[in-house]
Nanobody, 121 residues
C-alpha cells in the first residue's frame, strides 16, 4: 500500500542541473532508507544514491561529486540534486524505499514508477 511518486525529470542540456523529488505515502511505520536507481535504454537498473533515516549517504562512483541526495523525514520525501549532467546520465530514475509497515517485521522494499531524465543538446 506504500506509494512512491517521483517528479522533476525532463530534458536538460549537458552541464545543466535537475532536482528530482520522491514523496512516500501510505501505510508506513518507519522509513529506514530511501534511494535512487536508474535504468538507461538497454541496460540494467543501477544504483545511484541512498540515504538512511540517520542521514548516512552512499553514491555510485559515476555520480560522486555531481549528485547530492537529501531527505525531509517529516515529509517522507527524498531529493536528488543532479549537477553537471552528462548524456550518460540519461535514464529513467526510480525512487526506492526501505522500511517497514509495522513495528515488528513487515519489511518492505518499494519502488516508484520512475521519472525520465534526458541529457542532450
Amino acid at each position: 500500500q506504500v506509494q512512491l511518486v517521483e517528479s522533476g525529470g525532463g530534458l536538460v542540456q549537458p552541464g545543466g542541473s535537475l532536482r528530482l523529488s520522491c514523496a512516500a505515502s501510505g501505510s508506513i511505520f518507519r522509513i529506514n532508507a530511501m534511494g535512487w536507481y536508474r535504468q538507461a535504454p538497454g541496460s540494467q537498473r543501477d544504483f545511484v544514491a541512498r540515504i538512511t533515516s540517520g542521514g548516512s549517504t552512499n553514491y555510485a562512483d559515476s555520480v560522486k561529486g555531481r549528485f547530492t541526495i537529501s531527505r525531509d523525514n517529516a515529509k517522507n520525501t527524498v531529493y536528488l540534486q543532479m549537477n553537471s549532467l552528462k548524456p550518460e546520465d540519461t535514464a529513467v530514475y526510480y525512487c526506492n524505499l526501505e522500511g517497514q509497515t509495522r513495528a515488528v517485521g513487515s519489511i518492505i522494499n518499494d519502488w516508484g514508477k520512475g521519472t525520465l531524465v534526458t541529457v542532450s543538446s
